[in-house]
C-alpha cells in the first residue's frame, strides 16, 4: 500500500520560513518523480515544484528563488523549504509520487498571515 505523508505545514508570517517533508512508503521511492502542488480554497491545484529521479527539477514562476525541492533517497523523503513567504502562498500543499500513476498525499495546511 502506498502511503505519503506530509508534515512540516502550518502558520507563519509574511517573510518567514517553512520545510514541508514528505515521507513515502509503498514504492521504489529513488524511480519516482516526486513533486509538490498546492491548492488555496476556490482554485485549482497547481505544480509548486518537482524533482525527477535523476535530480532534475522544475519550479513554478510562483516559486522560483524562494522554494527549493529536495530528495533523500535513503529516508524515501521529499523536501520542500519555502522562504520569503508570500500571503498568497496559503494554500493546503500536496505531495505527489509519479511514475506509471499518481499517488497524492492528504495535504498540508500553510497560512502565511500576520
Known amino acids: 500500500q502506498v502511503q505519503l505523508v506530509e508534515s512540516g505545514g502550518g502558520l507563519v508570517q509574511p517573510g518567514g520560513s517553512l520545510r514541508l517533508s514528505c515521507a513515502a512508503s509503498?514504492?521504489?521511492?529513488?524511480?519516482?518523480?516526486m513533486g509538490w502542488y498546492r491548492q488555496a480554497p476556490g482554485k485549482q491545484r497547481d505544480l509548486v515544484a518537482a524533482?525527477?529521479?535523476?535530480?532534475?527539477?522544475n519550479y513554478a514562476d510562483s516559486a522560483k528563488g524562494r522554494f527549493t525541492i529536495t530528495r533523500d533517497n535513503a529516508k524515501n523523503t521529499v523536501y520542500l523549504q519555502m522562504n520569503s513567504l508570500k500571503p498568497e502562498d496559503t494554500a493546503v500543499y500536496y505531495c505527489d509520487a509519479r511514475r506509471k500513476q499518481d499517488y497524492w498525499g492528504q495535504g498540508t495546511q500553510v497560512t502565511v498571515s500576520s
Open positions: 524533482m525527477a529521479s535523476n535530480g532534475s527539477t
Open positions: 509503498g514504492i521504489i521511492f529513488s524511480i519516482y518523480a
